[in-house]
């Protein structure tokens, strides 16, 4: 690995990579997938603050095909 390139790079961007919630990427990028992730983020209260919440509820999230109300996203959702 070439460590002159990292450090520069790390010189330019001292404030590191933040990683991006599925609603920025749904924004950044328009795709079903990166729609589908955005919807789950969003049922569940998703916000920059709260990611680790969101994703543990979209994990365990009970509206699979036998629910009394199942929700067509169920076998797609991300986090799984
Ligand atoms: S699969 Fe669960 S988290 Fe995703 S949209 Fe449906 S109810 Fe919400």
């Keep these: 690995m070439n460590t002159d390139v990292l450090t520069r790079w790390r010189e ?14 749904w924004q950044d990028q328009d795709t079903r997938k990166t729609a589908i992730d955005a919807m789950c983020w969003q049922c569940m209260g998703g916000t920059a603050e709260a990611a ?4 543990a509820a979209i994990r ?17 959702r991300p986090y799984k």
């Design 12 to 25: 330019e961007h001292p404030e590191g990579v933040k990683p991006r919630n599925p609603a920025q990427r």
């Design 52 to 55: 680790e919440g969101a994703m």
């Design 60 to 76: 365990k999230c009970t509206a699979g095909p036998d629910s009394q109300v199942p929700c067509p996203l169920w076998n797609w």
